[in-house]
């Protein structure tokens, strides 16, 4: 029998908890959490969020429990393919994250329950949409009780928004360093004067930021009776309409206009097209990472196998403008992501196990890194050894782009870095460095141009 | 920077919002004092707004089918 595992980041909610057995995830409803769950079912909210995509499906009582006198039920929600986290998501996707926990809670307040808590960690990425996993957050709604979760959602979604749309999109990182969420007093502080002339903003950040400050060290308290249903409804439009007003234009960075003005010749890159989908056919993985994606045109090539496909960016625009085309498109096969591979995701929360690292998340059964390999060698000033090592530990298999020193993007990159300052980068370092972790099933030179595309397959480790 | 008027922080201990009940929340989430004490003070606005919407939207509603009939009616005339 395989022994059960309890989630790392699953330890704040008394009503249950999420475990593992083997590969299966599953989630135990405690005795304390019976009444709650049992209205969510009851009352048909499940049904209704489950029906329109809203919340994640699951089936009862198939699996034991992990501690049975504690249990009430032991649910397995339908698995997401990835687990990702606000800090790698594009401004759109984090919108609308955040329109989608304020829609829970209006369907939640109609079936006479509401969410217990708001946290950003609450939804996923699912068939290129947001989807709420938590089946726990709900509670029986008790009239005239203001929203317990109304500052966990100012700071969660409503402060970075805010941050990003009239600050600079980057400070969404701002989420990886607070993961309790944006403390309202440093919104406050960060945003611009005319902030303050959004009454959303005015009231839900720089108010509510200074009421936080002087009721510090008072305890919440409750107040029977002074919040109606009919509030609690124009709260969550009031909220609803402060985050649609949050805006932010994808445009002007660097890449965000590559691929219009990538310096590849239609033939070479019909070419390199081609042999991206020969590769695909020929190792028919089921995960694909695209790392240095840029807006998902080559990502869009796995997806469009049906390949379950990951498309990380650095530049937030180019992550934006890929989820954009994808809820346009109505694309269920492709998750773009905002990823910096110098400095990718950590491991964080308490003892650094609430929330996983980007290499924690993997492998993928085939990682594409096409016209990236200079940006880290030049641009990160990485040796070749030691990025061959980290593909290595990313996937077995691997599609990656050899850019040459002569060619006008890595001279650009190049600049007027001395050699002596940089690390070997040629053709043969690279293939030298590969060649210790890789076995070179297939390479190319693409027409026009003196790149080269490699098919690579791990070497067995002994 | 603190742009928001004091005046709020004023209020709330004039009108003694958010305090008259003893019965401390259950959950494990802490709300906040001062996020429960602004929804207080504004449910009477924010209960109008939406008052005010529904009415609207009701309205609409209900003008889109009178007209959807008459047309309707007309074409088939």
New interface residues.
């Given amino acids: 029998m395989i022994e059960p595992l309890k989630a790392a980041g699953s330890f704040?909610?008394?009503a249950g908890f999420m475990f593992r057995r083997g590969k299966t995830l599953l989630r135990q409803v405690n005795q304390s959490g019976r009444d709650d769950y049992d209205r969510l079912i009851e009352s048909g909210l499940y049904r209704s969020l489950v029906d329109d995509a809203l919340l994640i499906p699951h089936e009862e009582d198939l699996e034991a429990p992990y501690d049975a006198p504690l249990a009430y039920r032991v649910i397995r929600p339908e698995l997401i393919p990835y687990v990702s986290y606000p800090y790698e998501w594009s401004f759109g996707q984090l919108k609308d994250a955040a329109s989608l926990t304020l829609e829970v809670q209006r369907r939640a307040i109609e079936h006479g329950l509401s969410l217990?808590?708001a946290s950003v960690y609450n939804v996923q990425f699912r068939d290129g949409k947001p989807v709420f996993i938590d089946t726990l957050s709900f509670?029986v709604y008790r009239p005239g009780?203001?929203?317990?979760?109304?500052?966990?959602f100012?700071e969660h979604f409503l402060a970075p928004l805010a941050l990003m749309s009239m600050v600079d999109v980057r400070l969404n990182q701002l989420c990886r360093t607070n993961i309790d969420g944006v403390p309202l007093d440093l919104a406050?502080?960060l945003l611009p004067?005319r902030s303050?002339l959004d009454p959303g903003l005015?009231?839900h950040l720089?108010?509510?930021?200074?009421?936080?400050?002087?009721?510090?060290d008072?305890?919440?308290?409750?107040?029977?009776g002074?919040?109606?249903q009919?509030?609690?409804?124009?709260?969550l439009?009031?909220l609803r309409a402060v985050v649609l007003r949050r805006r932010w234009k994808a445009s002007g960075t660097e890449w965000a206009n590559y691929t219009q003005d990538h310096l590849y010749t239609p033939k070479a890159l019909e070419q390199k097209e081609r042999l991206v989908l020969e590769f695909l056919n020929r190792t028919g993985p089921q995960s694909v990472w695209d790392l240095g994606a840029n807006t998902g045109h080559f990502s869009r090539l796995a997806a469009g196998c049906g390949i379950p496909t990951l498309s990380f960016d650095l530049d937030p625009a180019c992550v934006e403008l890929n989820y954009q085309r994808i809820t346009s498109a109505g694309e269920t096969k492709l998750l773009p992501l905002l990823l910096d591979l110098r400095n990718p995701s950590p491991a964080s929360g308490w003892r650094n196990n609430e929330r996983m690292s980007f290499l924690e998340r993997g492998p993928a059964d085939l990682v594409m890194a096409l016209a990236l390999i200079h940006h880290l060698a030049i641009s990160g000033n990485l040796p070749l050894p030691e990025i061959a090592s980290f593909f290595d530990e990313l996937s077995p298999w691997l599609i990656i782009e050899f850019v040459p020193p002569d060619d006008p993007q890595v001279r650009r990159l190049v600049g007027s870095r001395s050699v002596s300052g940089r690390h070997p980068y040629d053709q043969d370092s690279f293939e030298q460095s590969f060649k210790s972790y890789f076995h070179v099933q297939i390479s190319e030179q693409l027409v026009d141009s003196g790149r080269i595309l490699y098919l690579m397959r791990r070497k067995d480790r002994r | 920077m603190g742009y928001a008027p004091d005046i709020l922080a004023q209020m709330t201990s004039i009108l003694g919002v958010g305090t008259t009940d003893p019965s401390v929340l259950l959950g494990y989430l802490d709300p906040g004092s001062g996020s429960m004490v602004l929804q207080i003070m504004i449910a009477s606005v924010l209960s109008g707004m939406f008052f005010l919407r529904s009415s609207i939207a009701s309205i609409k509603s209900f003008a889109l089918k009178v007209f959807s009939r008459t047309d309707q009616g007309l074409e088939t005339r």
């Fill in positions: 704040r909610d008394p217990k808590d509670e009780e203001p929203w317990v979760a109304y500052r966990q100012c406050s502080r004067r303050l005015a009231l720089h108010a509510h930021a200074r009421l936080q400050s002087s009721r510090a008072r305890p919440s308290q409750g107040s029977r002074g919040f109606s009919r509030a609690m409804l124009g709260l439009e009031s």
